[in-house]
Nanobody, 119 residues
Framework: QVQLVESGGGLVQAGGSLRLSCETSGRTIRPYAMGWFRQAPGKEREFVAAINTSGGSTRYSNSVKGRFTVSRDNVKNAMYLQMNSLKPEDTAVYYC????????????WGQGTQVTVSS
């Protein structure tokens, strides 16, 4: 079992930036691909970004490509999501995930952190 803890969410104005962090508790993230999902009120949970075990490959949803950057630090057992040029439609609960597959890294989930973008 991998326990994931997100932090860094909050309230920001449109056009602003936030950096989300995801850390593990007592377990290395090195064997796992990782990623981010989000869920807005009244909507289904959707994929945001993924990163492979080494950090050498990343992929993004079309809605965030060019604005968000996912990265990881295997020494610190942490993953990050830098979110720039935020839009009101980015408002959602953001979830950190980890898994064995880069294409579906959702074996383990964090509790989520709220991101609210005001217009």
């Amino acid at each position: 079992q991998v326990q994931l803890v997100e932090s860094g969410g909050g309230l920001v104005q449109a056009g602003g930036s936030l950096r989300l962090s995801c850390e593990t508790s007592g377990r290395t993230i090195r064997p796992y691909a990782m990623g981010w999902f989000r869920q807005a009120p009244g909507k289904e949970r959707e994929f945001v970004a993924a990163i492979n075990t080494s950090g050498g490959s990343t992929r993004y949803s079309n809605s965030v490509k060019g604005r968000f950057t996912v990265s990881r630090d295997n020494v610190k057992n942490a993953m990050y999501l830098q979110m720039n040029s935020l839009k009101p439609e980015d408002t959602a609960v953001y979830y950190c995930v980890a898994g064995v597959s880069y294409w579906k890294p959702d074996d383990f989930w964090g509790q989520g952190t709220q991101v609210t973008v005001s217009s």
